[in-house]
C-alpha cells in the first residue's frame, strides 16, 4: 500500500517561498515517476511538475522559473521548491504516484 503525506504549506506574502515536501512509502521510490498537482479554490486539479525516476523534470508553464521539483531517493521524499510566490499560486498542492494521491497540503499566497 502506498501512502504519500504532503507537509510545508501555509501562508505566505506575495514574492515569498515555500518548500513542500512529499513522504512515500510503500513502493521502490526510487524507481518510479513522482508529480505535484494543485487545485485553487473553484477550478479544477491541474498538473505542477513531474520527476521522473530517470531524472528528468518537467514543469507546468506557469510555474516554469519559480518552482522546482526535486526528490531524494534515499529519504523517499519529493520536494517542491516555490519561489516568487503569487497570489494566484494559492491552492491545495498533491503528491502523486501512479493512482496514488496524498491528503494534499494548503499554500496560501495573499498579503
Known amino acids: 500500500q502506498v501512502q504519500l503525506v504532503e507537509s510545508g504549506g501555509g501562508l505566505v506574502q506575495p514574492g515569498g517561498s515555500l518548500r513542500l515536501s512529499c513522504a512515500a512509502s510503500?513502493?521502490?521510490?526510487?524507481?518510479?515517476?513522482m508529480a505535484w498537482y494543485r487545485r485553487a479554490p473553484g477550478k479544477e486539479r491541474e498538473f505542477v511538475a513531474i520527476?521522473?525516476?530517470?531524472?528528468?523534470?518537467s514543469n507546468n508553464q506557469a510555474v516554469k522559473g519559480r518552482f522546482t521539483i526535486s526528490r531524494d531517493n534515499a529519504k523517499n521524499t519529493l520536494y517542491l521548491q516555490m519561489n516568487s510566490l503569487k497570489p494566484e499560486d494559492t491552492a491545495i498542492y498533491y503528491c502523486?504516484?501512479?493512482?496514488?494521491w496524498g491528503q494534499g497540503t494548503q499554500v496560501t499566497v495573499s498579503s
Open positions: 502523486n504516484e501512479m493512482e496514488f
Open positions: 510503500g513502493r521502490n521510490f526510487s524507481a518510479t515517476n
Open positions: 520527476s521522473g525516476f530517470l531524472g528528468t523534470t
